[in-house]
């Protein structure tokens, strides 16, 4: 008996297996390729509707807020029962009925990673507000704190912001045009409903409006902490704005050149430097009468 035609052929090391000779020994098909016909899922339709209000704090104010005109609400099973005494509270506005959604669907209307917590709308802008407005409201005030945001970029601390100036009653915020993040987003979630009760300005120029506000009465402090005089010091009242800049950067020179004066927070430790939102804050409690 020949043993030699029964013996398979022996592969050398590090040889790779033709796998065309061997199909049809095995019977099937080699590890890494898939029939052509193998059904596959199809995919899934796109979402229709847009947003640019969400969570569940922005939605109520804004839904709430006369001054808003609202489009569309985009809300969860779960997230209804508990919007229906906002719902009941707005009934005499003029707002559009819910349209369930499920939440994965609104995953994929508002992006991946966004915090909806499943309640979204399309919200029109509120009107406009400037600078002058301010100056009009605090004409026949003893006190009226303003806030003045130099390139504060970050819509996480803008809106951290926002929240602070409502809690300690600043009339009003000022941020600069083309450097600002818009009173949507992640910007209006964070401020958790603050865009409707503190009016924000844009100004193109902060070093102009500065000027224009400090012969209008108001009292520019900015906070940097290269300012020799502590926040705490600073006398009360009066007409004030307070100006903050970027994080890391601090206020632009020619910007901290047109405040009245530079105060600092009186921190201590081995980290001396506050977060420009946990900053506002301190300085807002500071100066509030």
């Known amino acids: 008996m020949n043993m030699s035609n029964d013996k398979k052929p022996e592969r050398r090391p590090g040889q790779k297996k033709d796998w065309k000779k061997d199909q049809g020994s095995r ?3 080699p590890r890494g390729q898939f029939r052509k016909d193998y059904p596959r899922r199809a ?3 796109p979402v229709e509707g847009r947003a640019n209000l969400w969570g569940t704090h922005a939605v109520s104010e804004a839904w709430l807020n006369p001054a808003r005109q609202i489009a569309a609400l985009y809300i969860t099973d779960v997230m209804l029962k508990n919007f ?6 707005g009934k005499e506005l003029k707002r559009p009925s819910p349209k369930i959604m499920d939440r ?25 507000v400037f600078v002058q407005d301010f100056i009009a409201r605090a004409a026949n005030l003893d006190h009226a704190l303003l806030l003045m945001l130099d390139q504060v970029t970050d819509p996480h601390n803008a809106g951290a912001i926002l929240r602070s100036a409502s809690a ?13 993040p818009e009173l949507t ?9 603050a865009i409707e009760h503190v009016p924000v300005a844009y100004e193109i120029n902060l070093s102009d409006t500065l000027d224009y506000l400090k012969n209008k009465g108001f009292y520019a402090i ?7 005089t502590a926040i705490g010091a600073i006398k009360k009242g009066g007409k004030t704005v307070l100006v903050l800049g970027a994080e890391g950067k601090g206020l632009r020179p020619k910007v901290a050149e047109h405040c009245d004066t530079l105060a600092r927070l009186p921190t201590q430790g081995p980290i001396n430097s506050l977060n420009v939102s946990n900053a506002a804050a301190v300085a807002l409690y500071a100066l509030s009468k």
């Open 104 to 128: 994965k669907d609104m995953d994929r209307m508002l992006g991946e990673g966004v915090v909806h917590q499943g309640i979204a709308i399309d919200a029109k802008p509120l009107d406009e």
């Open 222 to 228: 900015g906070l940097d902490e290269r300012g020799e």
């Open 84 to 89: 229906e005494p906002t719902l009941a509270q």
């Open 43 to 45: 995919p899934r339709p």
């Open 27 to 29: 019977g099937g098909k």
């Open 185 to 193: 987003g992640v910007l209006a979630k964070t401020a958790s409903g």
């Open 168 to 180: 300690f009653g600043a009339a009003g915020v000022i941020m600069q045009r083309r450097h600002s």
